[in-house]
């Protein structure tokens, strides 16, 4: 079976930029989460969904948004880019929402703002 | 706010060795807790779940226990080899994960 299949793998953009990731999750899952991983850190918390709602939301600005589709496919948007927004994005899928069930993770999106 | 922290950063160690991983959490209230493993700029593997009722969990030479009363756990590598060079992260579970900085395991042959 497919693991969760995250595009594109690598991402450049410029300051000032809009950005937007997807995420195809395990067949079957219907919650997709968003973490964001900075260098030397631990995975942050973005947001997750389920059966296509927003069930959770971490601490990040309102330029971050995401969606999920009827498929259960994921979208992460950023808009307005900064440097600091340089991180792995990395996505999850789970059967159940929350973090009850286990999550199985993509291998990420590497995204550079210069 | 629940907050995880890993001990040691990093660790090096000849091949063979036995060794332990801390990880330890703020608030007792988890669902869960898992250990990943990352491999440089790759994705998560989950190495192992404990849910919060269980103690402990094993798979093949890797071996996790939790203590939630005292905000604990430890991941046993027994006779460690080059390839479980990774950099290894503890989550705790509430309405998401929340993750420690990870500790950088260097095995060398």
């Known amino acids: 079976d497919a693991g969760v299949t995250q595009s594109p793998t690598h991402l450049i953009k410029t300051r000032g930029q809009h950005v937007t990731l997807r995420c195809s999750p395990i067949s079957g899952h219907k919650s997709v989460s968003w973490y964001q991983q900075v260098l030397g850190q631990g995975p942050q918390f973005i947001f997750q969904?389920?059966?296509?709602?927003?069930?959770g939301r971490g601490n990040f600005p309102d330029r971050f948004s995401a969606r999920q589709f009827p498929n259960y496919s994921s979208e992460l948007n950023v808009n307005a880019l900064l440097l600091g927004d340089s991180a792995l994005y990395l996505c999850?899928?789970?059967?159940?929402?929350?973090?009850?069930?286990?999550?199985?993770f993509g291998n990420g999106t590497r995204l550079t703002v210069t | 706010k629940q907050e995880v922290t890993q001990i040691p950063a990093a660790l090096s160690v000849p091949e063979g060795e036995n060794l332990v991983l801390n990880c330890s959490f703020t608030d007792s209230a988890i669902y869960n807790l898992q250990w990943f493993r990352q491999d440089p700029g790759k994705g998560l593997t989950s190495l192992l779940l404990i849910q919060s009722s269980q103690r402990e969990q094993t798979s093949g030479r890797l071996n996790a226990s939790l203590d939630k009363s005292s905000g604990r756990s430890t991941l046993y590598i027994a006779a460690s080899q080059p390839g479980d060079s990774a950099t290894y992260l503890c989550a705790v579970s509430g309405t998401a994960l929340i993750f420690g900085k990870g500790t950088t395991l260097s095995v060398s042959s």
């Open positions: 999850a899928s789970s059967l159940d929402q929350g973090a009850r069930t286990p999550l199985h």
């Open positions: 969904y389920y059966e296509k709602e927003e069930r």
